[in-house]
C-alpha cells in the first residue's frame, strides 16, 4: 500500500473500478448485474444494479471472496457469456494486483 493510502480510500477505489464494469457491461451487453462479497454461504451487496425484476439470476465466483450477481443474459451467446466471464475475471484480477 502506498504511503498514506488508507484501507478505506483503497476499497473505494476498488468500488468505483467494479461500478465501471457494471456500467460498460450494462452498456456493451445490455447485461444487468451486481458485484458481491462472499462471507462463507452469504453473498453481500458491494455495487451495481439493485432493482432486479426477474428472479432467474445466476451468481458466479470471480475470486474467493467476490462474486456477481446477472440478472439476465438476454441474447448473449453461450461462447460471449464465457469470453465475458474470463475478461471480468482477468480484469478483477489485474485490478487486485495492481
Known sequence: MEKGT????KRKE????????????????KVRLWFAEILGK?????TGE???FDYS???IQITET???VINDW?????????S????????INQEGES
Do not use: C, H, P, Q
Open 6 to 9: 488508507s484501507i478505506f480510500r
Open 14 to 29: 476498488y468500488l468505483a473500478y467494479l461500478n465501471k464494469l457494471v456500467n460498460i457491461t450494462k452498456k456493451d451487453f
Open 42 to 46: 452469504r453473498w453481500s451487496y458491494l
Open 50 to 52: 439493485r432493482e432486479f
Open 57 to 59: 439470476t445466476e451468481k
Open 66 to 68: 467476490l462474486g456477481m
Open 74 to 82: 438476454g441474447k448473449v451467446t453461450k461462447e460471449k457469456k464465457e
Open 84 to 91: 465475458f466471464i474470463s475478461l471480468i475475471k482477468e480484469k
